[in-house]
């Protein structure tokens, strides 16, 4: 008679025989120190509701989760309740054409010091715009569950950079990051270029606005194929960067209710949605060869051609693959990686999510070195892991944070974004400015928690640093030093400050 445990032996043993004729090793399950390290890449910082809320789900369903969240963003209702205060109730269109009338009013009043004060005041509602839009992205980057989602959407900006400080995108920052990155931040490549090319910051940001047949102006599809899509050295030549300028003539913005004027056989060709534009008299008609390919002159039909051509170019799932595992380790991928990555990339036709969760479930995503987290990131995972659930009310600090770091939001003023490399962020000052930003969060509120308004007294808050995820986790992935250093500690205060300045926690 085979007893209990015997039956057991017996079955555990068929089990890895099995296994082992099926080529397969046993599943092993992650350790907490590897899932922290795997929260703190696919997320703005681990925190211990969502460690608990990972080792309750398993890796695998909560990747699924984050790979496809539900198409409207979620937040919780105290973070919901301020960023619908802050959403502009007018859409895009109305609003630059409100802004532009009081521009032009402003413009004209024949007394200096009225018209000084009156261009203050329309400056002033464009710095509001953005200020509005600033306190909602980091409201969703702090507070969503769907946090992988609120990543790409970062690095998607980053990546199709535009600057808040050039006429007047300080009121469409906003609009371009919820209208055309977010929604396809997990979507297609393919989608996420051509909402960035009909988006009125971009072509302004990047001149398209001014570029017409017999004028062409190439500093959109320079970037289209140098950063955006295929990447330098790719073998684009400079005749393929014209030929992709001529392709995108009459591609602009026009707020003016009427259309423009157009002879018969061009109307039809005329494209407008909100600010955006498709104006046929300006466009080139004549054929184009990008890329080796020959593009028939026929008005925006040929942009959606360009665009399909150049999401669908192998250098193109090269360097988005690479600039997608830069961003989420934090380091130089190896090119082994990037290559798997690519075949993804290419073989699901530019499918985002599937392209993430390659990396997502290879062991690169942890395994590489990541030597330093850049600003966004390290302000964001601190105050993740100090207040967890707790909703800030005001984001006016992390601002600061970031700007003193070097990384503020829409404030990067070239088209490249900024930079991945961890040697960008790690010299001398920006550690002396990370240690007065790690003493400001870790010794209080530091304003945090004071809602807006003059009589608005601040809330009672501490950051709760040493946690549960600590004692449980954290405290088992330090160094000696770093050990050494928290138990001279004199304060809760200060033993903060230290742990958000250790090496540990900059990686």
């Not at 309740?81 to 959403?87: F, I, P, S």
């Not at 001014?210 to 400079?238: F, I, P």
Request: hydrophobic content about 45%; charged content about 20%; overall charge neutral.
């Amino acid at each position: 008679m085979v007893r209990a445990g015997q039956r057991n032996r017996v079955a555990a043993g068929l089990c890895v025989a099995l296994l082992l004729l099926a080529g397969a090793a046993p599943a092993r399950a992650a350790s907490p120190d590897e899932d922290a390290a795997f929260l703190n890449a696919l997320t703005w910082g681990v925190t211990p509701s969502g460690f608990a809320e990972l080792r309750a789900l398993g890796r695998a369903r909560w990747l699924a989760a984050q790979l496809h969240p539900r198409a409207e963003p979620r937040l919780p209702p105290a973070a919901q309740a301020q960023v619908e205060a802050l959403t502009p109730r007018q859409p895009l269109r109305e609003r630059i054409v409100a802004l532009d009338a009081q521009q032009r009013a402003a413009g004209a009043l024949p007394d200096a010091e009225a018209r000084k004060a009156a261009l203050q005041a329309y400056q002033e509602a464009l710095n509001a715009a953005l200020r509005d839009a600033v306190a909602a992205t980091l409201l969703r980057a702090l507070s969503s569950p769907d946090q992988l989602r609120e990543r790409l959407t970062w690095i998607w900006f980053n990546r199709f950079n535009v600057h808040q400080g050039k006429a007047n995108l300080r009121a469409m920052v906003g609009d371009y990051l919820d209208t055309a990155i977010r929604p396809h931040a997990l979507g297609r490549f393919r989608d996420l270029l051509g909402a960035t090319l009909r988006h009125p910051a971009m072509l302004r940001y990047l001149d398209n606005a001014e570029n017409a047949a017999g004028r062409l102006n190439e500093n959109y599809a320079r970037e289209l194929m140098e950063l955006h899509t295929m990447g330098v050295g790719s073998g684009y030549t400079q005749a393929d960067v014209e030929a992709l300028a001529r392709i995108l003539t009459g591609i602009g913005l026009d707020a003016r209710p009427e259309d423009p004027k157009l002879p018969p056989e061009r109307r039809a060709d005329l494209i407008r949605d909100g600010v955006f534009i498709f104006n046929p008299a300006r466009h080139d008609y004549g054929d184009k060869v990008l890329l080796g390919h020959t593009i028939r002159g026929r008005g925006f039909a040929e942009v959606e051609e360009a665009l399909d051509l150049l999401a669908a170019q192998p250098a193109t799932a090269r360097h988005v693959s690479r600039m997608l595992a830069a961003a989420l380790t934090g380091a130089e991928p190896p090119d082994a990686l990037v290559e798997r990555l690519a075949a993804v990339f290419v073989r699901t036709r530019g499918d985002i999510a599937a392209t993430v969760a390659a990396l997502a479930e290879s062991p690169d995503l942890t395994r590489a070195a990541a030597p330093f987290k850049d600003p966004m990131r390290y302000v964001l995972s601190a105050l993740r892991l100090a207040y967890d659930t707790r909703v800030i009310l005001n984001t006016g600090p992390v601002q600061g944070w970031l700007t003193r770091l070097g990384e503020g939001l829409f404030n990067r003023s070239t088209p490249d974004g900024y930079p991945l490399a961890a040697a960008a962020w790690n010299g001398p000052g920006q550690l002396v400015a990370r240690f007065e930003v790690a003493r400001q969060i870790g010794s209080g509120p530091a304003g945090l928690f004071r809602p807006p308004g003059p009589d608005a007294t601040e809330e009672p808050a501490f950051p709760l640093v040493q946690n549960a995820l600590y004692f449980s986790t954290l405290a088992g992935m330090l160094g000696e030093p770093t050990r050494a250093a928290l138990a001279r500690a004199v304060s809760p205060q200060e033993w903060n400050t230290l742990f958000l300045s250790s090496p540990e926690f900059m990686r």
